[in-house]
């Protein structure tokens, strides 16, 4: 199979401070994972490609210095929101490409944040 | 970039009925479709594929079919369940397999028993 697990599931932070979301390849391999954000009863936006060993590729409108993301090895990105605002508060779901086959993407289960 | 629409936002069927939901894309260099379930609160999971040398693909219940000419591809899901109910995500991913995917809106499917 091709699990991806994130952790945490959800988390509760104030203003101003930091939140680190991880996302792991369990049993594969992923040399290109993403991280998306999604609102309530709206799509996926993806927000930017994690490249093992290389810097990230970050969408248009999505400001690299808040959302720090590395990509250590080939089996872990984290996504780091830095100090962080009301407005950060969202679903965000990473996936990880899997190179073993067609390179489909299987998602993780998501992190629900909340800034208070 | 590509750019995928999906229709419809919603719908609602009962307990039996097939289920039809359609998408567009707008790059001709796509050449991989995959769709997504995605129950509330939970991730994205991937339900079927279809690749662009081939018009039609099924598994079970539920099938793929993609005009690479009109550009469009759709997903049919026969006799359909409550269990079925959810989100449902056309995604189109152009290139060699290194880009990334476009995602459209998504389909609310409610299946009534």
């Known amino acids: 199979g091709a699990v991806v697990s994130q952790h945490p599931s959800w988390v509760i932070c104030k203003s101003g401070t930091s939140v680190k979301i991880e996302c792991r390849s369990l049993?594969?391999?992923?040399?290109?994972m993403f991280w998306y954000r999604q609102f309530p009863k709206q799509s996926l936006m993806l927000m930017a490609t994690s490249n093992e060993g290389s810097k990230a590729t970050y969408e248009q409108g999505v400001e690299k210095d808040k959302f720090l993301i590395n990509h250590a090895s080939l089996t872990l990105s984290t996504l780091t929101v830095t100090s962080a605002h009301p407005e950060d508060s969202s679903f965000y779901i990473c996936s990880a490409r899997d190179n073993r086959g067609w390179n489909e993407q299987y998602f993780g289960p998501g992190t629900r944040l909340t800034v208070t | 970039g590509e750019n995928v629409e999906q229709h419809p936002s919603t719908l609602s069927v009962q307990e039996g009925d097939s289920a039809v939901i359609k998408c567009t894309y707008s790059d001709s260099a796509s050449n991989y479709f995959p769709w997504y379930k995605q129950e509330l609160g939970k991730r994205p999971q991937l339900i079927i594929d279809?690749?662009?040398?081939?018009g039609e693909k099924k598994d079970q219940r539920i099938a793929v079919t993609l005009n690479k000419t009109a550009k469009h591809f759709s997903l049919h899901i026969t006799e359909t369940q409550p269990e079925d109910s959810a989100v449902y995500f056309c995604?189109?991913?152009?290139?060699?397999?290194?880009?990334?995917?476009?995602f459209g809106k998504g389909t609310m499917l409610l299946v009534s028993p």
């Open positions: 279809i690749r662009s040398n081939v």
């Open positions: 995604a189109a991913q152009p290139g060699s397999g290194y880009s990334t995917l476009t």
């Open positions: 049993d594969f391999q992923a040399t290109t």
